[in-house]
């Protein structure tokens, strides 16, 4: 069975302002089919991302969908939906978003997800920031139509485990308009890192110390027989004073002038090349 989104508004008896509910309904329904077009983007692929609606219950207002046939597959459209999941538990943790460093944090949570449910012949996802603003402003848009004692369960796939609550309170305050518009400067190279955080399962952000740069950062590990070789432990584990030789991508976003300092963004260790131990050994991987 192919994978279907369903969306569940459970509104108050004797509503006042009923047309609201389905308003509600609509600014959901499109602000996941960005969502969708916006992760079909990060993978690279030319693809109009749209819905088919397949039925509408009553009591609650129930919508089911499916991703129109031929436009995307079955594996694509549940990592997708998977993805949903996970932007709607990252907004339960808060009530409102509204900086670039917010946005910035979702989008790469996000982009880890996908690549975990990702096979290896699609690219690595990198989602455009800009756009996620967008994309979240349309949810934050439909919350508002919802009123308090009322709540939005979204049911993706078809396996337990699949039901999200939205935080039906969370906002997003920012405008996406004045977002993003500083200069970013694509950066590649090779370099000596320190690893200060490492990640023992799935495709999530390490922390690094750049020699080079003389500073911190967040990276994901896109060498992917290295990083699987590495948590099945088949790689000795890389202690505090070790040493990583890799190559590296990763943006130098510098903000409009008087918001802020230059950042490293979107940085990928696209290949290890050594581990430099601290015991005075080398292992060539």
């Known amino acids: 069975m192919p994978p ?39 993978v690279g692929l030319k693809l109009d991302f749209q819905f088919q609606l397949n039925d509408i219950e009553k009591s609650s207002i ?18 997708f939906y998977t993805s949903g999941n996970s932007l ?34 699609i690219a690595d996802p990198y989602i455009d920031r800009q756009n996620l603003a967008y994309v979240l ?20 796939g078809h396996e337990p485990g699949q039901e999200c609550s939205l935080n039906t309170k969370w906002r997003f305050t920012g405008n996406p308009r004045d977002m993003f518009r500083g200069y970013t400067e694509p950066q590649e190279h090779r370099d000596k ?10 495709n999530s952000v390490w922390s690094f110390r750049s020699h080079s740069l003389d500073r911190k950062f967040c990276a994901r ?9 590495y948590q099945n432990g088949l790689i000795q584990a890389i202690g505090p004073k070790d040493v990583i030789e890799a190559d590296i991508s990763y943006d130098i976003y510098t903000p409009p002038k008087g918001k802020g300092q230059p950042q ?22």
């Open 4 to 42: 279907e989104l369903q969306i569940k508004l459970k509104y108050l008896e004797n509503r006042s302002n009923p047309a609201e509910v389905f308003e509600a309904m609509a600014l959901y329904i499109n602000a996941y089919k960005d969502f969708g077009q916006l992760l079909t983007n990060s």
């Open 62 to 79: 129930l919508s089911k969908l499916s991703a129109l046939p031929n436009s995307i597959d079955a594996m694509l459209e549940k990592a």
């Open 88 to 121: 709607f538990q990252i907004l339960t943790e808060t009530n409102e978003t509204k900086s670039e460093d917010q946005v910035e944090s979702i989008a790469a949570s996000v982009e880890s997800v996908l690549a975990d449910d990702l096979e290896y012949k």
């Open 137 to 156: 402003k349309g949810f934050s848009a439909a919350n508002e139509k919802i009123n308090p004692g009322e709540s939005v369960i979204i049911i993706s």
């Open 193 to 202: 890192l320190s690893v200060k955080i490492s990640v023992n399962e799935g």
């Open 221 to 229: 590990i896109t060498h992917k027989e290295w990083l699987e070789s």
């Open 264 to 285: 490293i963004r979107n940085a990928r260790i696209k290949e290890i090349l050594d581990v430099h131990r601290d015991n005075g050994h080398q292992y060539e991987l």
